[in-house]
């Protein structure tokens, strides 16, 4: 059974800080790693990442695969109200997408 | 709007009745996904089609659930005899066709919520 494994599972920060998301994974056939924000409504994507070392960037957000280590982090620097979601790290192994629990955000103005 | 849409965005049904829930994936997408998200919890994976082929369904899908798609463009999740547990927000997500298995991001619907009281 594939395993995803978000931490922290919550988190509350003030307007500005930085914010590090750990998403670490067990799956037996890996093809990928997504990230989604989820704010009350369906989740939107953020990132996909297959290699490890890469950073991908957009905007304020980024994040890195750790292959090796199984992990995977995801970065949000200079934060913001708009901020405020639950983040969900998926794995893809063959067509299906096994997803955290999901890490809580909230940003305080 | 070009996005998955899904039909209802909620549903409040009795114990013991069927519902069926549709999704319509982004056109050109060839892949059609259903999840099962409850409170607290990320989406449960449930189903997979490739063209109107169903390729691969969750343990979870017991024999009360059915999903088709018969010409391989909108799809429908049908449960039986609904019961309390069935409660959830169920998202449908499409993505687009690559060569082989290759890496592709899956985008989600707005969700149905059901309600089973």
């Known amino acids: 059974e594939d395993k995803v494994v978000q931490s922290p599972l919550s988190l509350v920060v003030h307007e500005g800080d930085t914010v590090t998301l750990n998403c670490s994974y067990e799956?037996?056939?890996?093809?990928?790693l997504l990230w989604y924000k989820q704010e009350k409504k369906a989740p939107t994507f953020l990132f996909m990442l297959?290699?490890?070392?890469i950073e991908k960037k957009s905007g304020r957000l980024s994040s890195i695969l750790d292959k090796k280590e199984l992990s995977s982090i995801l970065n949000i620097t200079a934060t913001q109200t708009g901020d405020s979601a639950i983040y969900l790290c998926?794995?893809?192994?063959?067509?299906?997408?096994?997803f955290g629990a999901g890490t809580t955000v909230t940003v305080r103005a | 709007d070009t996005g998955v849409s899904q039909d209802p965005r909620h549903k409040i049904t009795k114990r013991g009745q069927n519902v069926t829930f549709r999704c319509d994936p982004i056109s050109e997408h060839n892949r059609l996904y259903w999840y099962r998200q409850t409170l607290g919890q990320g989406p449960e994976f449930l189903t997979y089609f490739q063209n109107e082929a169903q390729l691969e369904k969750s343990r979870l899908l017991s024999d009360r659930f059915s999903a088709e798609r018969p010409k391989g463009s909108f799809s429908t999740l049908e449960i039986q005899r609904t019961e309390q547990g069935d409660s959830a927000m169920y998202l449908c997500?499409?993505?687009?066709?690559?060569?082989?298995?290759?890496?592709?991001?899956?985008?989600f619907g707005p969700g149905t919520r059901l309600t089973v009281t």
């Open positions: 799956v037996t056939n890996f093809r990928s």
């Open positions: 998926a794995v893809r192994s063959d067509y299906k997408l096994s």
């Open positions: 297959t290699s490890s070392g």
């Open positions: 997500a499409s993505s687009p066709p690559t060569a082989g298995t290759g890496s592709y991001e899956q985008y």
